[in-house]
DNA sequence: ATAATATTGTTGTAAATGCAACATATTTTT
DNA sequence: AAAAATATGTTGCATTTACAACAATATTAT
């Protein structure tokens, strides 16, 4: 029988950490070439309005489950997409409530094609030392692993 | 020739996004556990502790850029590590230059090793749906994507 | 029917975070 | 030798963030 070399004692050796600080490096690139290429969102907003725009009509409580904010920062980060005009928001009902839906406008999706493109080549060149066969795994473990997470987490959104 | 369908138009498809998201959700469960396990550290204190048990001697500034904190934050973990014992720090010479040195302490070290068992095993059934094959291939993965971010990140720390 | 519970969104607040400015000391440049 | 630049740590502040409390409405329980 054999027994598992136990030699990754150290939370700092987990994939946990690992996902941790590779995260964190992430954001720091992003945001950076948010900055450098003049792009007038934060990336929130950015990911904020890419859900909507593949969520029409999605309400700001289903909205904030998706991107794992709570429903104040939520709404607050529509706030700031509505102002700057690139969604708009109506009230309608859901299961017979009143919640506040959302649509992304003409103009949001205009600025949302033009940031994909101005960021989408810069973002690929950093994983071109990666083979496209390796990216997909990690997607995929990754997806997996955050079904786990799913399960064990609690969420009071 | 062929060419690649260019079918993930959208940011929240990318490997970032999909980091991004499994990262957050990690922290909230990890948190989750500290609060439910009672553990007297924050997440960050924990992962500050152990990177300092395994690098005794280092100085704060070069602590900084291991764990990925401003120098500012870095002090205020320190700070609090030290306050509750668990770590030493001392003026040295480092480039001949006085610098802050830090260790771990005896308490510490046992308040660590308390702290990894408690949480090691809570977070492999996390994992546990998971082969190790997979797990091993992800954080190798993500250890070159993190040396690509490296190499465009700035550091100003 | 009345009370208790649940859903949705907003407001307030305390903590975390990052950034800039500062203090101090050393090295490099002129 | 004087000035400029660099390295290290701390303090202050403005932003972000999460959490709790609230308001309004609808559903469920008693």
Same mark, same amino acid.
């Given at each position: 029988?054999?027994?598992?070399? !136990?030699?990754?004692?150290?939370y700092?050796d987990?994939?946990?950490?690992?996902?941790?600080?590779?995260?964190?490096?992430?954001k720091?690139?992003?945001?950076?070439?948010?900055e450098?290429?003049?792009?007038?969102?934060?990336?929130?907003?950015?990911?904020a309005?890419?859900?909507?725009?593949?969520?029409?009509?999605?309400c700001? @409580?289903?909205?904030? @489950?998706?991107i794992?904010?709570?429903?104040a920062n939520?709404?607050?980060?529509?706030?700031?997409?509505?102002?700057?005009?690139?969604i708009t928001?109506?009230?309608?009902?859901?299961?017979?409530?009143?919640?506040?839906?959302?649509g992304?406008?003409?103009?949001?999706?205009k600025?949302? !094609?033009?940031?994909?493109k101005?960021?989408?080549?810069?973002?690929?060149?950093v994983?071109?030392?990666?083979? !496209?066969? !390796?990216?997909?795994?990690?997607?995929?473990?990754l997806?997996?692993?955050?079904?786990?997470?799913?399960?064990?987490?609690?969420?009071?959104?």
């Amino acid at each position: 029988m054999k027994t598992k070399p !136990d030699c990754k004692l150290h939370y700092t050796d987990s994939i946990h950490y690992e996902l941790e600080q590779t995260s964190r490096l992430m954001k720091k690139v992003t945001t950076q070439l948010f900055e450098k290429l003049e792009i007038g969102l934060s990336l929130d907003e950015y990911a904020a309005l890419d859900t909507v725009s593949v969520n029409a009509g999605i309400c700001q @409580r289903d909205l904030a @489950r998706l991107i794992l904010k709570d429903r104040a920062n939520t709404g607050r980060i529509l706030d700031s997409l509505e102002q700057k005009g690139f969604i708009t928001r109506f009230i309608d009902t859901k299961n017979n409530r009143l919640v506040k839906k959302m649509g992304i406008t003409e103009r949001g999706l205009k600025e949302l !094609d033009t940031i994909n493109k101005k960021v989408k080549q810069y973002l690929e060149s950093v994983t071109k030392t990666i083979s !496209d066969e !390796d990216i997909e795994r990690v997607q995929e473990t990754l997806k997996s692993f955050r079904l786990e997470l799913e399960k064990v987490v609690e969420i009071n959104i």
